[in-house]
Nanobody, 112 residues
Framework: QVQLVESGGGLVQPGGSLRLSCTSS????????VSWYRQVPGKERELVAT???????TYAKSVEDRFSISRDNAKNTVYLQMDGLRPEDTGVYYC??????WGQGTQVTVSA
């Protein structure tokens, strides 16, 4: 079983930045696609960004000019750099491998 652990969430003012981390102890993590999702109470979980094992990246339209996903295979970690944060980016952010394994989530709150 693949365990994923997210970290890096917090409270930030509009226009600020955060970097989320998703770490796994599983070697298989290195060659797999990893995605970041976010969820707001009462809404469906939204796909934010994905990075493939070959580092091909895709983004939701709402974040593509502000967020950046990357990976460090030596550390079994995938990052989500979030700049220019807006109140609508508030939510619980989850990382996932193929929609099968999920972390516990990390809260991001963007508020003045």
């Amino acid at each position: 079983q693949v365990q994923l652990v997210e970290s890096g969430g917090g409270l930030v003012q509009p226009g600020g930045s955060l970097r989320l981390s998703c770490t796994s102890s599983a070697i298989i993590f290195r060659g797999t696609s990893v995605s970041w999702y976010r969820q707001v109470p009462g809404k469906e979980r939204e796909l934010v960004a994905t990075i493939s094992g070959l580092r091909v990246t895709t983004y939701a339209k709402s974040v593509e000019d502000r967020f950046s996903i990357s990976r460090d295979n030596a550390k079994n970690t995938v990052y989500l750099q979030m700049d220019g944060l807006r109140p609508e980016d508030t939510g619980v952010y989850y990382c996932s491998t193929g929609g099968v394994y999920w972390g516990q989530g990390t809260q991001v709150t963007v508020s003045a």
